[in-house]
């Protein structure tokens, strides 16, 4: 408790870098967990641990993206212990926010979203709420289904691979179907856990498509861009992000720059610029991602806010809170009309413009 009660009173300045406020972030989710976890014996722990997985998802927040599967894990820790202390709207609230999250991250049948469901569900049968918990078990069940299937069809996928190794091998020369067929191999073995191997084959694939149709066709920046992927999924981001950049140069010749193919781009090229502490360059991505959304959705969407939102947290990261501030005002101002005011993703985003505005006057 003497260890929490130091961490509640560390006061994050705008010195702090970011990586000491995420290992703070770290020691708030440890604390916060422990006392959770001791709930089922000692109630009355239970909001000793509020107030630091509270912490925990503003840092997160503040520091990393977002919408991503960290600020999701926050949520989800939040949202366990009040489902534990019997405080189900809360819990439900979060859970959903993390859902909306691991869903785009990793898609509606992911393994991330089953857990989510899956406690999600326990809630509502502790509410008595037997239409949505009936709804959520269908939906659960027809997951646990397509994972069991993903088991089957990867002994399916295994005597595809070899069909494909076995394909490429025999080719003295590379033609385009060969090369697409290294190209299917790369991916696939990337994904299922032969990095090495799967990489050899992607830049096999991607030179014999720059020998056969040159940098600039459409058809090698879809392969460029599964290179690009790669290496981005493998943390290699300086090989990463000179090819989306080539990727996003040559797009530009085929499309308009808010074609969503040229969108998807971009969108990778602010985390990447992002995570290496480019963030001049992500900040000009990110305001393209926001021109877009008003565009393709409309001025007042949650996409819209989110991506505002994005674009604030840069702006704050470089220590340029006066940029943030109505960024952080326009962003609030869709979610309560689109949420309501009393919403958490309101109160988080209001939460967080205070703490720019507070940085600014220091």
Same mark, same amino acid.
């Given at each position: 408790?003497?260890?929490?009660?130091?961490?509640?009173?560390?006061?994050?300045?705008?010195?702090?870098?970011?990586?000491?406020?995420?290992?703070?972030?770290?020691?708030?989710?440890?604390?916060?967990?422990?006392?959770?976890?001791?709930?089922?014996?000692?109630?009355?722990?239970?909001?000793?641990?509020?107030?630091?997985?509270?912490?925990?998802?503003?840092?997160?927040?503040?520091?990393?993206?977002?919408?991503?599967?960290?600020?999701?894990?926050?949520?989800?820790?939040?949202?366990?212990?009040? %489902?534990?202390?019997?405080?189900?709207?809360?819990?439900?609230?979060?859970?959903?926010?993390?859902?909306?999250?691991? #869903?785009? =991250?990793?898609?509606?049948?992911?393994?991330?979203?089953?857990?989510?469901?899956?406690?999600?569900?326990?809630?509502?049968?502790?509410?008595?709420?037997?239409?949505?918990?009936?709804?959520?078990?269908?939906?659960?069940? %027809?997951?646990?289904?397509?994972?069991?299937?993903? =088991?089957?069809?990867?002994?399916?996928?295994?005597?595809?691979?070899?069909?494909?190794?076995?394909?490429?091998?025999?080719?003295?020369?590379?033609?385009?179907?060969?090369?697409?067929?290294?190209?299917?191999?790369?991916?696939?073995?990337?994904?299922?856990?032969?990095?090495? =191997?799967?990489?050899?084959?992607?830049?096999?694939?991607?030179?014999?498509?720059?020998?056969?149709?040159?940098?600039?066709?459409?058809?090698?920046?879809?392969?460029?861009?599964?290179?690009?992927?790669?290496?981005?999924?493998?943390?290699?981001?300086?090989?990463?992000?000179?090819?989306?950049?080539?990727?996003?140069?040559?797009?530009?010749?085929?499309?308009?720059?808010?074609?969503?193919?040229?969108?998807?781009?971009?969108?990778?090229?602010?985390?990447?610029?992002?995570?290496?502490?480019?963030?001049?360059?992500?900040?000009?991505?990110?305001?393209?991602?926001?021109?877009?959304?008003?565009?393709?959705?409309? #001025?007042?969407?949650?996409?819209?806010?989110?991506?505002?939102?994005?674009?604030?947290?840069?702006?704050?990261?470089?220590?340029?809170?006066?940029?943030?501030?109505?960024?952080?005002?326009?962003?609030?101002?869709?979610?309560?009309?689109?949420?309501?005011?009393?919403?958490?993703?309101?109160?988080? =985003?209001?939460?967080?413009?205070?703490?720019?505005?507070?940085? %600014?006057?220091?």
């Amino acid at each position: 408790l003497c260890f929490k009660h130091s961490l509640l009173a560390y006061p994050p300045s705008g010195n702090d870098d970011q990586s000491a406020l995420l290992q703070v972030a770290s020691l708030y989710n440890f604390v916060g967990q422990i006392l959770r976890e001791l709930l089922f014996h000692f109630m009355h722990l239970c909001w000793k641990a509020l107030p630091l997985l509270q912490r925990n998802l503003e840092l997160g927040e503040a520091c990393l993206d977002p919408d991503g599967p960290e600020v999701a894990a926050a949520m989800y820790e939040l949202a366990l212990l009040y %489902s534990l202390s019997d405080r189900g709207s809360m819990a439900i609230e979060f859970y959903r926010q993390a859902l909306d999250i691991l #869903e785009s =991250t990793y898609g509606d049948d992911s393994l991330q979203v089953l857990k989510v469901l899956e406690r999600l569900r326990q809630v509502y049968i502790k509410q008595n709420n037997t239409e949505l918990e009936k709804a959520l078990m269908l939906r659960v069940f %027809s997951i646990q289904q397509l994972q069991n299937e993903k =088991t089957t069809a990867s002994g399916i996928l295994k005597s595809h691979v070899n069909k494909l190794e076995q394909f490429c091998a025999t080719q003295n020369s590379e033609t385009l179907e060969s090369a697409m067929k290294m190209n299917q191999l790369g991916v696939i073995l990337s994904i299922y856990g032969d990095p090495e =191997t799967g990489e050899d084959f992607l830049l096999r694939s991607f030179k014999a498509f720059e020998t056969l149709l040159g940098d600039n066709h459409i058809k090698t920046v879809e392969v460029m861009k599964n290179l690009a992927a790669f290496y981005m999924q493998y943390q290699k981001l300086d090989l990463a992000t000179p090819l989306y950049s080539k990727a996003y140069a040559v797009q530009l010749q085929h499309f308009e720059e808010t074609d969503p193919k040229v969108i998807d781009t971009i969108v990778k090229l602010v985390a990447l610029h992002r995570e290496q502490g480019m963030l001049g360059a992500a900040e000009q991505f990110q305001k393209k991602i926001v021109e877009f959304n008003r565009i393709h959705f409309g #001025e007042y969407h949650l996409e819209v806010a989110k991506s505002l939102n994005n674009l604030a947290v840069i702006c704050c990261l470089q220590q340029s809170y006066s940029e943030a501030i109505p960024l952080y005002d326009e962003a609030i101002l869709i979610y309560k009309n689109e949420l309501g005011a009393d919403h958490s993703v309101v109160i988080t =985003t209001i939460n967080n413009r205070q703490l720019a505005k507070n940085l %600014s006057q220091s």
